[in-house]
């Protein structure tokens, strides 16, 4: 039961997250464009509410379920610094981030995030082939 509930209580919950945040704010939500307000600009205390939210919510989440997900062998830390550099530059290219695009911009009909996601997951279709 587990394999259906919680991606449909998360799913339920990214969508009203997302619709509260349009309704009262007037703003898209897109993790990079509020991770971008909370380092370069002069109001950052709702940016920085919503990343601490992002990750406490995450780990009592983490403490209180079992996971069963498996983490991935460790990695290089130059290899996870030059991948964050890279996801940091598409992002800053793309005019955004999966989150924005995908759930606000499909949502709205927006050609370009509609075109951006088909290109997010084109991309991770390839890599996923190339490498396994």
Known sequence: MDTIFNPLVGGLLIGATAT???LCLGKV???SGILSQLLFN???FLPFLFIAGL???GSVYGILTEQTVAF??????LLLIISGLLVGYGTRLGGGCTSGHGVCGISRLSPRSITATLIFMLTAIITVSVLY
Do not use: M, N
């Open 29 to 31: 939500i897109g993790i």
């Open 72 to 77: 991935p062998e460790s990695r290089s830390p």
């Open 42 to 44: 002069k109001e950052r």
């Open 20 to 22: 509260l945040y349009l």
């Open 55 to 57: 990750i406490i919510g």
